[in-house]
């Protein structure tokens, strides 16, 4: 499995490589910083406020080097400054790719998971969760 995969990014920047990683932490602490629930994240990112990308970025960054048990020295400034520097164009492509990649991984999940509704003889009006 390559880093993309593992939803890792290595933005190039002037100053040096940067690693991001999206992922269920990443996507956490977003929404922690827009003050969004998780199913309000897609909206948001379709529709962003003046930070939103900021945000998204500084989390990803932040979700990596802490996964790593390592102190996060960048600040939302320093993103905007990546921002500016790689284009937000580009940032919008790593957003989208990054969002269509978690889905696919939740569906991947889903299917391996096998889960299929069941009704019990006891009650057939009440339904359960059971793995195949």
């Not at 406020?49 to 790593?68: D, S």
């Not at 889905?103 to 998971?113: H, I, L, P, Y």
Request: aromatic share 8%; net charge negative; charged share 25%.
């Amino acid at each position: 499995m390559n880093l993309h995969e593992r939803g890792i990014v290595e933005l190039q920047l002037e100053s040096g490589p940067v690693k991001l990683k999206f992922g269920t932490l990443s996507f956490g602490i977003f929404c922690q910083m827009e003050g969004i629930k998780l199913h309000q994240m897609q909206g948001r990112l379709m529709v962003p406020e003046g930070f939103t990308q900021i945000n998204f970025v500084y989390a990803a960054a932040a979700a990596y080097l802490q996964l790593r048990k390592e102190k996060v020295p960048y600040t939302p400034p320093d993103v905007a400054e990546w921002i500016d520097e790689v284009g937000e164009e580009r940032i919008a492509v790593l957003m989208a790719e990054s969002l269509a990649a978690w889905e696919e991984k939740k569906r991947q999940q889903r299917e391996k998971m096998n889960l299929t509704t069941m009704t019990t003889p006891e009650s057939p009006s009440s339904s359960t969760l059971t793995t195949v």
